[in-house]
């Protein structure tokens, strides 16, 4: 069983589009990362969560901590938002982190 | 502050190979960690530091090693290479307070043949 699980597994939208991609995970958790994979690229964070919701440009991270679930929204999406998004957890005993297998991420001229 | 630096970036060993795979931080993060990445799984743990001179096993650790001589170094070596370990390898960092963010390295690209 995977401690983390999101979906959807391949999303392909259409530019300008709203995008949801939504994480849930079964670990008490001390904060929630949402992250961003190019093709051959390296990982780089979008957002770490404990709590509530983070904006930063046209992202959008939510967390709930009673029901254990997360989405990351893109707003008005753009091609270069093209992307592999993975959630992560961190467990709030031990520390490590857990990662589901991620989104993969189109967006269609 | 150049974050977390790995090397080498793409690799092709054969069979029975040995090889070190660097990983480097300077943010003075007490914890330290190797993944890999294979199609269709998220990352899974190889293993971990929570600082110099202590390491421990992740999800998948067999046939590779880590030491952690130094905070800012945690080299992870394939003792020898076999076609399974074929994968893309993450060294990430972070604060061991659980409430920071990870940086990670820009991944290797092993091919074993």
């Known amino acids: 069983k995977n401690e983390v699980e999101q979906s959807p597994q391949n999303l392909t939208a259409q530019e300008g589009e709203f995008i949801t991609i939504n994480c849930s995970y079964s670990v008490g958790i001390s904060a929630l990362h949402w992250l961003q994979q190019h093709p051959g690229g390296g990982i780089v964070s979008l957002f770490m969560l404990s709590s509530g919701k983070k904006k930063h440009g046209r992202l959008i991270a939510t967390i709930n901590i009673q029901e254990k679930h997360s989405s990351l929204h893109i707003t008005a999406s753009h091609p270069r938002d093209s992307a592999v998004y993975i959630c992560?957890?961190?467990?709030?005993?031990?520390?490590?982190?857990?990662f589901g297998t991620g989104t993969s991420l189109t967006v269609i001229p | 502050n150049a974050g977390v630096t790995q090397t080498p970036k793409f690799q092709v060993l054969k069979t029975g190979q040995s090889m070190t795979l660097q990983c480097a931080q300077d943010?003075?993060?007490?914890?330290m960690s190797w993944y890999r990445q294979d199609p269709g799984m998220g990352l899974r743990l190889i293993h971990y530091?929570?600082?110099?001179?202590?390491?421990d096993q992740g999800e998948v650790p067999n046939g590779y090693n880590v030491s952690r001589s130094t905070t800012e170094d945690f080299p992870l070596r394939l003792l020898s290479a076999a076609p399974s370990q074929t994968s893309v390898y993450f060294c990430a960092s972070s604060k061991w307070d659980g409430n920071t963010e990870a940086f990670f390295g820009q991944g290797t690209r092993l091919t074993v043949v």
């Open positions: 530091s929570v600082g110099a001179g202590i390491t």
């Open positions: 992560a957890v961190r467990k709030n005993t031990g520390n490590q982190f857990y």
């Open positions: 943010m003075n993060h007490e914890y």
